[in-house]
């Protein structure tokens, strides 16, 4: 059987004719990606980068989590492209799933969630700026000055989760209370920040 994978040299040849992007069949990416070939893993990203990037963002609207996120799709492709066949679909297709699956856990993933509530705080603290039309330094005026408001529990959370860098997870085990309580106390408080500093 006659490969579909042209030689090193006439590949790399025929890409140094071209300014442009190096182009195979999908017969040939198929063949040379399970061959694990290394030209085709990188016409393959320049092949179908931007409309996985497109697919991505479309979900993660955060560029530099959708560019992360394009670029573990890549590697979960190039790992698992043993599992690909090609009789039930065609590459894109397959591709366009993994980059969706990967985006849609990422949303479901604490990441996620500590980064979303993260910028809720940040967009507080512009407010706080606006209104009183002042910059400060947080390290001489200190974030934690903020929170004075806040009752000891929902300080507590706080500090766990956005000064220590604990997940929600292991903020809840350390104070000993339910996820759904962490939670609840978390959104309170920048419920309550907003109200002071809004």
């Not at 479309?58 to 043993?82: C, G, H, M, P, R």
């Not at 705080?121 to 039309?133: A, K, N, P, R």
């Not at 934690?144 to 809840?172: C, P, R, W």
């Not at 962490?182 to 408080?189: E, F, K, N, T, V």
């Amino acid at each position: 059987m006659m490969s579909l994978v042209l030689p090193l040299e006439d590949v790399q040849a025929i890409s140094k004719k071209r300014s442009r992007k190096l182009r195979l069949s999908e017969d040939m990416l198929v063949v040379g990606l399970k061959n694990n070939d290394s030209l085709a893993m990188s016409a393959l990203y320049q092949m179908y980068s931007d409309s996985l990037y497109k697919v991505i963002s479309t979900i993660v609207v955060i560029e530099e989590v959708a560019q992360d996120l394009l670029q573990e799709t890549f590697i979960k492709i190039w790992k698992s492209f043993a599992k690909y066949d090609a009789t039930k679909g065609r590459l894109y297709t397959w591709m366009a799933r993994l980059a969706r699956n990967l985006s849609i856990d990422y949303l479901r993933s604490s990441n996620h969630r500590n980064a979303t509530v993260c910028e809720d705080l940040s967009e507080v603290g512009q407010q706080v700026d606006m209104t009183f039309q002042t910059n400060y330094n947080p390290e001489l005026i200190g974030v934690k000055d903020m929170t004075k408001i806040l009752t000891n529990d929902q300080k507590s959370a706080l500090e766990l989760v956005y000064f220590k860098g604990y997940t929600h997870v292991q903020a809840a085990e350390e104070l000993n209370i339910t996820l759904g309580i962490l939670r609840s106390r978390l959104q309170s408080s920048i419920s309550e920040l907003r109200k002071v500093y809004a």
